[in-house]
């Protein structure tokens, strides 16, 4: 589930089970896009260089999704930084 401040990741795909929350923050950047005939592999880069690798069906834009999401969090940051100073 993405959100503009998370990323939530359930093993079963559903909301029902436990998951995992990656906040925006963490998120350096989206990395290692391919293109295969079915799928689409992504790795997520965080901030303390961990890695972790998705497979979506082609159609589905999900790295897309998740790096616009990125760009999004990260312009808002820098415009809050620059308000403060």
């Known amino acids: ?3 503009k401040d998370s990323l939530s990741l359930f093993p079963d795909g559903h909301k029902r089970a436990k998951g995992k929350e990656l ?3 963490s998120i350096l950047k989206v990395d290692c896009v391919e293109r295969t005939g079915k799928y689409i592999y992504f790795t997520i880069v965080t901030k303390d260089r961990k890695e ?4 979506c069906p082609d159609q589905s834009c999900w790295n897309a999704s998740i790096t616009m ?7 808002k940051r820098a415009i809050q930084d620059f308000k403060s100073r």
């Open 69 to 75: 999401a990125l760009i999004d969090f990260q312009n």
């Open 1 to 3: 589930v993405l959100t």
């Open 23 to 25: 906040g925006s923050g």
């Open 52 to 55: 972790i690798d998705f497979r």
